[in-house]
């Protein structure tokens, strides 16, 4: 009887390892992109929300002593032309340019999954009406789009917010209305119909749930557009505004001085290249765990 229940006990642990190495944590672990896009991030994530107690010196007092100083042991960045801490400045800018990518992508990806996924289902004029609007939005060049909406609605978190969101609005609600079109035909949404479920419920509880693989694909390539689009913004003086340090900003500031101090100009490119590339090897390890057909494959 110990023999068995060790076998038994053998079998259910070989069984907890496999529906690991199976599962999307588990295939995550095994891609090499996955992980390096997944510490860079986490990297990111930790100096953003501790960045007040992580910074060696104020990103904002001025120390006119120690202007334009070249990286050192006591300043591993450098300090740019008011005696500012670069280094602090990076971590604080971290903070910012995090908060409004996560917050913007929250709100494009919510009501752009929202109204593409009613077009989708419900069909008709609303999806005509809705579909047009996007590719109206859409029809605007990025940048430019983003440029007028900060330049009419005015600098801050807030609006930057707002123009962010507005420009990545329809890829989020394109790609939900699409998966929506596929799944509604299915049967166990024809069966949900017959026992007389209603819509906002055969919506929101049986086809979005099983819609939101790609949408966690754009969600995860989306914070790799919006850090780009609120350093533009911030270079272009329509982002965060001084004292408050962001990388687009610090980078917009330097650019007078890059013969004279070139880490000034090193540390925020650097810094924004880095970030921009983690989420972009996290989003490409997603979209391929999420593909069936490497799925089924085992991959």
């Known amino acids: 009887m110990t023999e068995i229940t060790a076998i038994s006990q053998i079998d259910r642990n070989a069984q907890r390892k496999r529906n690991f190495q199976y599962s999307l944590f588990g295939r995550l672990l095994r891609n090499p992109g996955g992980i390096i896009g997944g510490l860079i991030i986490l990297v990111f994530a930790i100096i953003g929300l501790f960045s007040d107690q992580l910074m060696p010196y104020s990103p904002i007092k001025n120390y006119p002593k120690e202007r334009l100083q070249a990286p050192s042991v006591e300043h591993p960045a450098g300090t740019d032309e008011m005696g500012r801490d670069v280094l602090s400045r990076l971590m604080k800018g971290a903070s910012n340019s995090m908060a409004i990518a996560f917050t913007s992508v929250a709100f494009a990806g919510i009501f752009g999954t929202i109204l593409g996924a009613i077009a989708g289902y419900a069909g008709g004029w609303f999806d005509n009406l809705i579909m047009r609007l996007m590719d109206m939005i859409f029809s605007f060049p990025t ?59 055969i919506l929101f509880r049986h086809i979005l749930p099983n819609a939101l693989a790609p949408l966690i694909v754009q969600v995860s390539l ?12 911030s270079y272009l003086g329509l982002g965060t505004q001084p004292p408050n340090p962001s990388w687009g900003s610090m980078l917009s500031q330097a650019r007078v001085m890059m013969e004279l101090a070139p880490w000034l100009v090193i540390g925020p490119g650097v810094t ?20 069936p057909r490497l799925r089924s494959k085992g991959l």
């Open 222 to 233: 989306g914070f790799s557009w919006a850090i780009l689009t609120e350093s533009s913004l």
């Open 272 to 291: 924004i290249m880095v970030a921009v590339l983690g989420f972009n090897l996290l989003g490409d390890a997603v979209r391929d765990l999420m593909d």
């Open 143 to 201: 940048m430019l789009l983003a440029l007028a909406i900060a330049t009419a609605l005015g600098t801050g978190f807030l609006n930057t917010v707002i123009a962010i969101s507005i420009v990545y609005l329809p890829i989020f609600s394109r790609t939900a209305r699409g998966t929506v079109l596929q799944l509604r035909e299915f049967e166990y949404v024809d069966a949900a119909r017959c026992i007389g479920a209603e819509d906002a419920r």
